[in-house]
T-cell receptor, first 112, second 114 residues
Framework: DAKTTQPTSMDCAEGRAANLPCNHS???????VYWYRQIHSQGPQYIIH???NNETNEMASLIITEDRKSSTLILPHATLRDTAVYYC?????????????FGKGTTLSVSS | NAGVTQTPKFQVLKTGQSMTLQCAQD?????MSWYRQDPGMGLRLIHY???????DQGEVPNGYNVSRSTTEDFPLRLLSAAPSQTSVYFC?????????????FGPGTRLTVT
């Protein structure tokens, strides 16, 4: 699976958009980009995933560049409850034996 | 719909003791897996299962056994606990192993081995 690079930490004011970048310059054509988050001591929570096109759901939007070498997770109106560690993961769908490789992620701190 | 449940939430063991961490899901998912998370680190895969009766090793399988007799349950057994196994253990499931579907995680079991 391709390696990802994320900033260690980011700050965001409550109510503003949080834009979390991820670089995955070695991504392969069949690798998806997944985003998960982990709120203190809880199990990781799925947020969104995509292959080529931008995606949006009730939690967030995922913007993938045309060359697929980077992506941005957007939380449109961050709240205090969005404070968490956010993980960007790339992997081939359907690989039974390979884990979602959770690196150290980005610690997002939302403040009022 | 309870999702993925894990018991116990907390456990303290003495070195050499054995125990079983329980994991169950009610989503009829074929694929289930166990991870451990050490302080300040990401998650590492211990064992996984692609269906009832089928299991395989992940990145860090030593010291752990698994079995999958039903679709719903995927217990993790520590054979002889060691302090190095002090960690938070997460069970996860997803619909199957050949899709891009998201993975659902349980709340975790916090294990301390003294």
């Amino acid at each position: 699976d391709a390696k990802t690079t994320q900033p260690t930490s980011m700050d965001c004011a409550e109510g503003r958009a949080a834009n979390l970048p991820c670089n995955h310059s070695t991504i392969s054509g069949n690798e998806y980009v997944y985003w998960y988050r982990q709120i203190h001591s809880q199990g990781p929570q799925y947020i969104i995933h995509g292959l080529k096109n931008n995606e949006t759901n009730e939690m967030a939007s995922l913007i993938i560049t045309e060359d697929r070498k980077s992506s941005t997770l957007i939380l449109p109106h961050a709240t205090l409850r969005d404070t968490a560690v956010y993980y960007c993961i790339v992997r081939v769908a359907g690989q039974a034996g390979t884990a979602l490789i959770f690196g150290k992620g980005t610690t997002l701190s939302v403040s009022s | 719909n309870a999702g993925v449940t894990q018991t116990p939430k907390f456990q303290v063991l003495k070195t050499g003791q054995s125990m079983t961490l329980q994991c169950a899901q009610d989503m009829n998912h074929e694929y289930m897996s166990w991870y451990r998370q050490d302080p300040g680190m990401g998650l590492r895969l211990i064992h996984y299962s692609v269906g009832a009766g089928i299991t395989d090793q992940g990145e860090v399988p030593n010291g752990y056994n698994v079995s999958r007799s039903t679709t719903e349950d995927f217990p993790l057994r520590l054979l002889s606990a060691a302090p190095s196994q002090t960690s938070v253990y997460f069970c996860a499931s997803r619909r199957d192993s050949s899709s891009s579907y998201e993975q659902y995680f349980g709340p975790g079991t916090r294990l301390t081995v003294t």
